[in-house]
């Protein structure tokens, strides 16, 4: 499987931009970028994923490089609620796209 | 509309016990995953069931075990428990699996706790 490289953990302060970096110099041209976070005592929760372009919803903007072996998750705002872990995860559409291979993620914290 | 559902939400086994956690997918979701998540790792890939077949399997030991039945729900069942099989195990559901790249539905897992 493709890995995926990402800070330990990360501080930004409420209603601030948070800029989460993932580095996957490794990844191939079918694999999907996603991302997940995790809070507190919850199961995991999808974030956004995307391929080559930049991506938006309502929770946040996946901006990809170009060569696709970095990417960015965008929090425009962030709240005290998106305190959690996030993954950076490459899944891909051939024979072992059925599994999400997580790693450890980085750990946001948001002061108030 | 009700999300992932996991039963039970924490159990409390002994050694050498075995165990079955339950799960029910999103309805129309045909796709369900199970993960083990121990304390300060990310969730690992244990099964994945599509229409009540095994279509992938992690690394896992054999002691580890599931199947999905008609109404696409799923059981995971662990056998001869060690105190390493201590964690979250996490259910996921999704509307289809074989090439399918789009998100998981995660359930708020059950934390089993092996003494």
């Known amino acids: 499987d493709a890995k995926t490289t990402q800070p330990n953990s990360m501080e930004s302060n409420e209603e601030e931009p948070v800029h989460l970096p993932c580095n996957h110099s490794?990844?191939?041209?079918?694999?999907?970028i996603h991302w997940y976070r995790q809070l507190p005592s919850q199961g995991p929760e999808y974030v956004i994923h995307?391929?080559?372009s930049n991506v938006n919803n309502r929770m946040a903007s996946l901006a990809i490089a170009e060569d696709r072996k970095s990417s960015t998750l965008i929090l425009h705002r962030a709240t005290l609620r998106d305190a959690a872990v996030y993954y950076c995860?490459?899944?891909?559409?051939?024979?072992?796209?059925?599994?999400?291979?997580f790693g450890k993620g980085t750990l946001l914290t948001v002061n108030p | 509309d009700a999300g992932v559902t996991q039963s039970p939400t924490h159990l409390i086994k002994t050694r050498g016990q075995h165990v079955t956690l339950r799960c029910s997918p999103i309805?129309?979701?045909?796709?369900v995953s199970w993960y083990q998540q121990v304390l300060g790792q990310g969730p690992q890939f244990i099964f994945q069931?599509?229409?009540?077949?095994?279509?992938g399997r992690g690394n896992f030991p054999d002691r580890f075990s599931a199947r999905q039945f008609p109404n696409y729900s799923s059981e995971l069942n662990v056998n001869a428990l060690l105190l390493g099989d201590s964690a979250l195990y996490l259910c996921?559901?999704?509307?289809?699996?074989?090439?399918?790249?789009?998100?998981?539905?995660f359930g708020e897992g059950s934390r089993l706790t092996v003494l």
């Open positions: 490794t990844i191939s041209g079918t694999d999907y």
């Open positions: 069931y599509y229409e009540k077949e095994e279509r």
């Open positions: 995307g391929l080559t």
């Open positions: 995860i490459l899944r891909g559409s051939g024979g072992s796209n059925y599994k999400l291979t």
């Open positions: 309805s129309g979701h045909k796709s």
């Open positions: 996921a559901s999704s509307f289809a699996a074989e090439e399918y790249t789009g998100e998981l539905f």
